[in-house]
Nanobody, 116 residues
Framework: QVQLVESGGGLVQAGGSLRLSCAVS????????MSWHRQAPGKQRELVAA???????NYADAVKGRFTISKDNAKNTMYLQMNNLGPEDTGVYYC??????????WGQGTQVTVSS
């Protein structure tokens, strides 16, 4: 059974940093596409960053230069380093893995709140 568990969210002042983690159980970590998404109150869930099996990355324009996605295949864990956070980054952050069979698995989400 595949499970994704996010951690690392919290309350931080504007300009601060947080590091989110997504631990994946099950044998699907390796070559699949993994991504971080966020959902602000009253808004649709949006893609924040993605990382492919080969390590290639992609970022939303709003976070380029501030956020860094990475993964540790040995630990089956994906990370999102978030720097220079602003109130607009507030929301629930979810990790997702998309398998070659196009099956998507989501974590339960972790709250990030940035105070001004």
């Amino acid at each position: 059974q595949v499970q994704l568990v996010e951690s690392g969210g919290g309350l931080v002042q504007a300009g601060g940093s947080l590091r989110l983690s997504c631990a994946v159980s099950g044998t699907i970590f390796g070559s699949n596409i993994m991504s971080w998404h966020r959902q602000a109150p009253g808004k649709q869930r949006e893609l924040v960053a993605a990382i492919g099996g080969g390590g290639g990355t992609n970022y939303a324009d709003a976070v380029k230069g501030r956020f860094t996605i990475s993964k540790d295949n040995a630990k089956n864990t994906m990370y999102l380093q978030m720097n220079n956070l602003g109130p607009e980054d507030t929301g629930v952050y979810y990790c997702k893995i998309l398998t070659a069979a196009m099956t998507a698995y989501w974590g339960q989400g972790t709250q990030v709140t940035v105070s001004s």
